[in-house]
């Protein structure tokens, strides 16, 4: 294996990471009109995913940073062309973490309901971005001899892509209730589960047409097993959540997010990005990545960081493994807001 290769494989895994890791947190946001009823019940989500969502997002950061660094021309090309629907994940991604991080800071309910519609926004609107970027990434754009992208934005929402933003919004919503029944008690543990249950059924078919389509449009004679793994995990997880084991319907929606992003890397593979317009302007591994002593010395510095990256964040999440109740939830300590002006509560 060529060092080209290695960072593509690795690239993939950054990716993998991400959109389970972050999979999960986006969905807590997503479910939370449903699921927070109360003050309390909003406060337990937000805490379930507390320790680690800024850790999660670390995954996406570093995959972007290897993207620009081992693959400069796939870099340019996605970003310039992807330009908007990208932007529009930023600015989501951005009103989420002001949401999260400032919900707190002022003990208001109108304020509170305003971080709310924030980190419900921030969550939906990369869910379905996500989906609707790699499939088209997949599919394929309209791309130049100058390894410029001519497809206008509307282009980029043709049934396929479409299809594919449904199924990301739609597994990251069940991986984020089996989440939070996994990692809550009493009455939000009970509801998260129920919804759970509600969720696989829709997941199956929607998922599974995505994932068949792309195998038959794109996919290759050994891709079957992925998307036949996906296909068992996304069913059993309908069966596990009615059986109320939430450690076990974690591990099947997680194992149905790895199949689904591996059957796209590896369906896009050799290119990096298939032109519409003429294979020969094909982005492939080989015509836009960097130069070999550019990886070599990137390669070195993966294997040594990669581990201790690794170890620090299985740590985090072991140590804030246990289950969270409303009987958890202190008072709030935010400023308080009484006639125009704000002090200490």
Known sequence: MGLQEFWFILIAVLFVGYFVLEGFDFGVGMLMPVLGKTENRRRVLLNTIGPVWDGNEVWLIVGGGALFAAFPDWYATLFSGFYLPLLIILVALILRIVAIEWRGKIDDDKWRRRADWGIMIGSWVPAVLWGVAFANIVRGVAINADKKVTSTFFDLLNPYALLGGITTALVFALHGAVFIALKTADDVRIDAADLAKKL????????????LWTQLAHGKGWTWLLVALAAIAVIAVVFLTRAESEGWAFAFTTLAVIATVVLLFASLYPNVMPSTTSEAYNLTIENASSSPYTLKVMSW????LTPIVLCYQGWTYWVFRKRIST???PPSIGLSRKAGSTKVG
């Not at 829709?202 to 599974?208: K, L, R």
């Not at 510095?301 to 040594?304: D, G, L, T, W």
């Open 301 to 304: 510095a993966a294997v040594i």
């Open 200 to 211: 696989a059924i829709p997941t199956v078919p929607i998922a599974g047409g995505f994932v």
């Open 327 to 329: 009987k958890h939830i």
